[in-house]
């Protein structure tokens, strides 16, 4: 895969569910200051909210996220 295809908003947005394993919300409700880039709901950006293909590959991540079996030590 090109550096072009992997570095779209939806292949950077889906590198980071491990990090932030919450489906991205329909309505953005940015937290208080100084971060009301983030959502207090689903602590994505702004931004992503309005990016259907962000939230697909969000949804599509989540979903292979929660199909890995992790070890429980």
Do not use: Y
């Not at 908003?9 to 889906?14: G, I, N, S, T, V």
């Not at 880039?37 to 996220?65: G, Q, S, T």
């Amino acid at each position: 895969m090109a550096f072009a295809e992997t570095n779209t908003p939806a292949a950077r947005a889906a590198r980071n569910v491990p990090s932030n394993p919450n489906p991205l919300c329909r309505d953005f409700t940015p937290k208080p200051a100084p971060s009301e880039f983030w959502c207090a709901n689903c602590r994505w950006n702004e931004p992503m909210h309005a990016d259907e293909n962000a939230r697909a590959a969000i949804a599509v991540e989540l979903a292979h996220l929660a199909a890995v079996d992790v070890p429980t030590p």
